[in-house]
T-cell receptor, first 112, second 113 residues
Framework: DTEVTQTPKHLVMGMTNKKSLKCEQH?????MYWYKQKAKKPPELMFV???????INESVPSRFSPECPNSSLLNLHLHALQPEDSALYLC???????????FGDGTRLSIL | QQQVKQSPQSLIVQKGGISIINCAYE??????FPWYQQFPGKGPALLIA?????SEKKEGRFTISFNKSAKQFSLHIMDSQPGDSATYFC????????????FGQGTRLTINP
């Protein structure tokens, strides 16, 4: 069992839908991350939060909107996604930067 | 300079054999080198990690060897088992880019029974 919990595990949505992905950790970690992973590829960094503030946005399209309501919770709001956005979306957390990152099992997202 | 190059892309090893995966980096500011194991349908799980102050770290059947002068590090899996069949990613971080983990392209390991 991972200590980073992601919900939902699977999500199918149309290109006009609005949905949100949720990530939760209770390890007291102050850095949290969103990654996108395509099949047979390494995780690709999207966003980094440090102490609930956005630290890095890797030039991600605005149809992806991250939110960090508190130190344990990270959301990714999705709107008007494209078929090429279908992927595994992974959340990770670490005590601080340059420390072990612990990943959740991801949300498998399919865009119709 | 931010790249981490991983080889081989795929590897087949007989049960009981030694699996070896290699990674090379360019950025001398990197000072944290983890290895992740990922099974289908799961997120990457941290397997073992090393920092440059040691040349080797062992945890059970898994060993990282680190060569700072060559800017290379490798994962050795001793007595490889079918349950070790997974995709393995090396990664690195440090310096001004400490917020980011730079991943290798991954190695798909298959252990034949």
């Amino acid at each position: 069992d991972t200590e980073v919990t992601q919900t939902p595990k699977h999500l199918v949505m149309g290109m006009t839908n609005k949905k949100s992905l949720k990530c939760e950790q209770h390890m007291g970690h102050r850095a949290m991350y969103w990654y996108k992973q395509k099949a047979k590829k390494p995780p690709e960094l999207m966003f980094v939060y440090s102490y609930e503030k956005l630290s890095i946005n890797e030039s991600v399209p605005s149809r992806f909107s991250p939110e960090c309501p508190n130190s344990s919770l990270l959301n990714l709001h999705l709107h008007a996604l494209q078929p090429e956005d279908s992927a595994l979306y992974l959340c990770a957390s670490s005590r601080t930067f340059n420390q072990p990152q612990h990943f959740g099992d991801g949300t498998r997202l399919s865009i119709l | 300079q931010q790249q981490v190059k991983q080889s081989p892309q795929s590897l087949i090893v007989q049960k009981g054999g030694i699996s070896i995966i290699n990674c090379a980096y360019e950025n001398t500011a990197f000072d944290y080198f983890p290895w992740y194991q990922q099974f289908p349908g799961k997120g990457p799980a941290l397997l073992i990690a090393i920092r440059p102050d040691v040349s080797e770290k062992k945890e059970g059947r898994f060993t990282i060897s680190f060569n700072k002068s060559a800017k290379q590090f490798s994962l050795h899996i001793m007595d490889s088992q079918p349950g070790d069949s997974a995709t393995y990613f090396c990664a690195a971080s440090g310096g001004q880019g400490a917020q980011k983990l730079v991943f290798g392209q991954g190695t798909r390991l298959t252990i034949n029974p």
